[in-house]
C-alpha cells in the first residue's frame, strides 16, 4: 500500500480546506458586528417625531374672501393661498405657455381654479416675494414681485419677468372639504 504524506510544502488539497471556511465566518461575522455599530448612527439621521408631525398642515379657508390671500407655514417655509377673482383667474388661463421660461399651464397648477396655493419662495435667491397684502406691489402681471432682484410673478405663480429660472413651486396639496385643504 502507498502512504501519501503532505508534506508542508505540498500544496493544499483541491476544494475549501478548514482555513478557508473560517475566513468566511469570520468575516461574516464582522460585517454583521459592523452593520448593528453603526445602524444607531445611521437611525439618528431619520427626522424625529415632532418634525414628522410638522410635515403637514390643515388650513381652514372659509374666511379668506374672493380677491384675499394669505400666508401659512409649511415645513418652515411660508405658503401663499389666494382666493382668486374671475379676473386673475382668466388672465392665468390667457397666457400663451410658449412664452414663458418655465411653461406650464395654470391648469396644471391648482385642483380648483379659484384657489392658487404656492410656496411663497422666490427661485432666484429663497426671498420672499411681496404681493399678499392688497398695499403690496405686484408687478406688472398682478401676481408677486420679489424686491431683491425684480423677479416677476403671474396671477398662476408663473415667472415672468427678472431672473428667477423657475415657477413658484406648488406644494401637495389636497381639498378635504369645500372649505379647508391639507398641505403635505
Request: hydrophobic letters at 40%; aromatic letters at 8%.
Amino acid at each position: 500500500m502507498a502512504e501519501t504524506s503532505t508534506s508542508p510544502l505540498a500544496p493544499p488539497p483541491e476544494g475549501e480546506t478548514r482555513r478557508d471556511f473560517l475566513l468566511y465566518a469570520t468575516t461574516a461575522v464582522g460585517v454583521a458586528g459592523t452593520a448593528m455599530a453603526i445602524w444607531p448612527f445611521i437611525d439618528s439621521m431619520n427626522p424625529a417625531a415632532d418634525v414628522l408631525a410638522l410635515s403637514s398642515t390643515e388650513v381652514d379657508i372659509s374666511h379668506v374672501a374672493v380677491g384675499q390671500s394669505i400666508t401659512v407655514t409649511w415645513r418652515g417655509k411660508p405658503v401663499f393661498i389666494r382666493h382668486r377673482t374671475p379676473a386673475e383667474i382668466a388672465a392665468a388661463e390667457a397666457v400663451n405657455v410658449a412664452d414663458l421660461r418655465d411653461p406650464q399651464t395654470d391648469a396644471s397648477r391648482v385642483q380648483k381654479p379659484e384657489w392658487l396655493i404656492v410656496i411663497g419662495i422666490c427661485t432666484h435667491l429663497g426671498c420672499v416675494p411681496l404681493g399678499q397684502k392688497p398695499a403690496d406691489p405686484r408687478g406688472e402681471f398682478g401676481g408677486w414681485f420679489c424686491p431683491c432682484h425684480g423677479s416677476q410673478y403671474d396671477t398662476s405663480g408663473r415667472i415672468r419677468k427678472g431672473p428667477a429660472p423657475l415657477n413658484l413651486a406648488v406644494p401637495p396639496y389636497k381639498f378635504l372639504t369645500p372649505t379647508s385643504i391639507r398641505i403635505g
